[in-house]
């Protein structure tokens, strides 16, 4: 910017006599500059390269850099930088700053003496012109330096600054707005950059090192230590030259602006623009920096078991404000808070709370768990429990609380495929973009793409009593909510997952999912363990955690209750720390009662139900009570004859429930009794097959195709 003078003439000497016959300061702005602005629109126009993302307490949370250019911290208030660093920039820069009017006229005569007769280049702009250079880029000069005509125009803008402005104001624009080195501009970017502190501890060595730099930033080491060492000495400071040499060189070689690891990157990254001011978002500053802290302590204790990535969303039940996003543990720049990854078996809750809003079930319904092959026009399906064991008969709550597949899938043939499929939509899980055949049956079992950040919204649903919100990462009014799902179902379904009982066939009764204060909790695990889930909630806040790997990679022998729950516990407990969380209480319609068991498959006890579902025994109902139907095959499937057996050895096995006294009646032709299994040799085209009664008529029917 010019600070040194050009090659000066005897022109100086008159160009200083002018100015001194000049008397009062000159009114009108000098020709072809701008007005002299006020120090206030100085410091409103002044715009940090960092914008700054603050915290629902207005406190920083995250920096991002939006301006390429240059690198700018906060404006920084003379009263909070060194008193050291103004002594030494004066020192090296204007020594008779508080003495002048805005231009030195002693050192103007004697720079005009020394570059003439001395043949030494000297300059002699004051800290009032070099800011006034700074404010106005027609004044500012190029690479080849100023013009007579700018730096004409410099002393007289100089002057009208100091009409207007006080020393201190000028002193603090000057020390925000200079270069010290490279992009680092001001003096808060260049204590952070060099020497890693704020502006207000810089010692005398440090700003004796920043004051070297001003008149030439991209100086070598040496002869910024040289100048350093040669302006300690006017300062009569103790410090050695070698000390200070060794200062300068550890400053010049540190990593600009080297920064900790930031807390939340990929909030900052949707927020903060260029030319923006601080954002206020909704995070807790302390929950970011706590949840993060604890997802990168438990990825380190999973290291070997290939468990590399995880991320964590905290939300506020009542208003869907976001309190924690961490997207990743600091390694990746990949956003795991809305990638897509397979949900596993954190959607069974809405799954049970759709049969349970229907009247399918009760929480007290036995069903069976034991191998099932469903018939689907791209084959059988066959579930498997995550043990790869049966349980037999167990109730809905034990089902659901300690995630049994089977029973899950046994509930979605009674539910119905499509429309589970509509009511995931309706609980905002928009990111099942394929129709409900393209998931088929494993829909159950969580096959579906889905995002932490929408799946974790959909579990505030369930906190809610079925109230559904919109969340958000910025201060807003209060979001009216709708009810989607039956206040009393919901109900239901977070006592089960609040159960730790119910939860102890598959988690055991000690396990991460136990926390200090009431919490309804699912975990989650994905096909060949490539995703890791869990989700739950207290009276106030609604916590979920993702771990597993961003490439897709499978972790090694890592389930929910190891992966993801310990994040979650850590948490829970620390948000509750200080506040209870109650159970909720019962909305009208829903009753609790004794209920029994016949055979006592499990022991009686108290279990919630809808009004007008209510039993006081649950009995297992033998097969011939039970309505007849077909089993295999099923509606519209499609059975492939294999090529590597021989026509002869060719068998298709027709299964029915409660088919005794019924017969097998294939394309109109009688087969046999229905009451056992019966193998059939397959015959290519499509075929209609019944059950049929001694009188003819069909009681149960299927149509399949043989390819």
Known sequence: ??????????????????????????????????????????????????????????????????????????????????????????????????????????????????????????????????????????????????????????????????????????????????????ELQGVGAAARGLFGKAPSGLNQTESVILASLLRAPEAPAPQVASRACAL??????????????????????????????????????????????????????????????????????????????????????????????VGNAGGSDVDGVAALRQAGSTLKPFLYELALERRLITAASLLEDSQIDISTPSGLYIPQNYDKEFKGYVSARTSLASSLNVPAVRTLLMTGLDRFYERLHVVGLDSLTEGADYYGYSLALGSAEVSLLELTNAYRTLASGGLQGTVGLLPRPAQARRRVLDAGATFIVGDVLADRAA??????????????????????????MRDNWCLGYTERYTVGVWVGNFDGQSMWDVSGVSGAAPVWRDVIDYLHQHEPSRAPVAPAGVLRRQVAFEPALEAP?????????????????????????????????????????????????????AGQGLQWRLDGAVLGQAGADYAWRPVAGAHQLALVDADARVIAETRFHVR
Request: proline share 6%; glycine share 8%.
């Open 503 to 528: 939860r102890s066939v598959t988690f055991g009764l000690k396990n991460e999912l136990a926390t200090t204060v009431w919490s309804a909790v699912k975990t989650g695990t994905s096909k060949d």
């Open 232 to 325: 300690a000495r006017e300062l009569r400071l103790a410090d050695s030259c070698a000390a200070i040499e060794q200062s300068t060189v550890l400053a010049l070689s540190r990593p600009l602006l080297a920064s900790p690891l930031p807390p939340a990157p990929q909030v900052a990254r949707q927020l903060l623009k260029e030319g923006a001011g601080p954002v206020r978002s909704t995070l807790d500053g302390d929950l970011q920096r706590y949840a993060q802290a604890a997802l990168r302590q438990q990825l380190m204790a999973l290291r070997t078991r290939n468990v590399n990535d995880g991320a964590v969303v905290v939300l506020d039940n009542a208003s869907g404000d976001i309190l924690a996003y």
């Open 605 to 657: 006890r108290a279990e919630w139900f809808l009004a007008g579902t209510e039993t006081p025994v649950v009995a297992l109902v033998d097969d011939g009570r039970r309505a007849p139907r077909i089993l295999y095959p099923g509606q519209s499937s499609i059975i492939a004859i294999d090529p590597d057996i021989p026509d002869a050895s060719q068998r298709v096995t027709f299964q029915a429930q």
């Open 1 to 182: 910017m010019g600070r040194g003078g050009s090659a000066a003439t005897v022109l100086a000497a008159a160009l200083a006599a002018e100015l001194a016959m000049g008397g009062a300061p000159a009114k009108a702005a000098p020709a072809g500059a701008a007005a002299i602005p006020t120090p206030e629109q100085v410091r409103a126009a002044y715009m940090p390269s960092d914008a700054q993302l603050l915290d629902r307490h207005g406190q920083p949370v995250q920096s991002l850099r939006v301006n390429l250019r240059v690198r700018r911290l906060p404006w920084t208030a003379l009263d909070d930088i060194s008193p050291s660093l103004p002594g030494a920039v004066l020192q090296a820069e204007d020594q008779r700053f508080y003495q002048h009017d805005g231009v030195d006229l002693k050192a103007i005569g004697k720079a005009a003496w020394d570059n003439l007769w001395r043949k030494r280049a000297r300059g002699a702009s004051t800290v009032t012109m070099q800011l006034a250079a700074q404010l106005d880029p027609a004044i500012r000069g190029g690479a080849a330096g100023r013009s007579w005509g700018q730096k004409w125009d410099q002393m007289l803008a100089a002057r009208q600054l100091e009409a207007g402005w006080s020393k201190p104001q000028i002193l603090e624009a000057y020390l925000n707005l200079v270069s010290f080195r490279g």
